[in-house]
């Protein structure tokens, strides 16, 4: 006789979206976003975080990771056991990985998306998407410390 063990639920909750790499994508990646981690009933505070570190990784896909013909990626992973959200969004853009810069100008118009969410996350980082792309993934805990 084979009986059938029960599975426990699963501990991995995913969403991922393909958006065009302009202004219009990057916006629509936070607002998808926003409406999957609601869905996910995750804290104000998780929530508010992971839609800004969105928005910036969004923007920065659009602005600095554009490649004509080519979108960029965004991907949620919740993990109920570790207590992690991962927010990774790719681009076709290779070269150097973005570093946060250790000081920008006070009256600077541009440079401070990195310095947000490295203050944002718990950790963030890079890393190549082949071909020729990059990822760059931010970690939020959504458990209470």
């Not at 979206?17 to 936070?30: E, F, H, I, K, V």
């Not at 109920?80 to 076709?92: E, K, P, Y």
């Not at 969410?117 to 410390?145: C, I, M, N, Q």
């Amino acid at each position: 006789m084979r009986a059938t063990l029960p599975q426990p639920p699963g501990t991995m909750a995913m969403f991922a979206q393909l958006l065009s790499s302009t202004r219009r994508g990057a916006r629509l990646a936070r607002l998808l976003a926003t409406t999957q981690l609601r869905t996910w009933d995750l804290s104000p505070d998780v929530t508010a975080r992971a839609e800004q570190i969105v928005a910036e990784l969004a923007a920065n896909a659009a602005l600095h990771g554009r490649v004509q013909g080519s979108d960029f990626r965004l991907a949620l992973t919740l993990d109920t056991t570790t207590g992690i959200l991962r927010i990774a969004v790719s681009d076709a853009k290779g070269g150097q990985p973005p570093v946060a810069p250790a000081d920008s100008a006070a009256d600077s118009e541009s440079g401070r998306g990195l310095l947000m969410v490295a203050a944002l996350a718990d950790r963030w980082g890079t890393e190549p998407h082949p071909p020729g792309g990059k990822t760059v993934w931010a970690e939020v805990s959504h458990r209470s410390s």
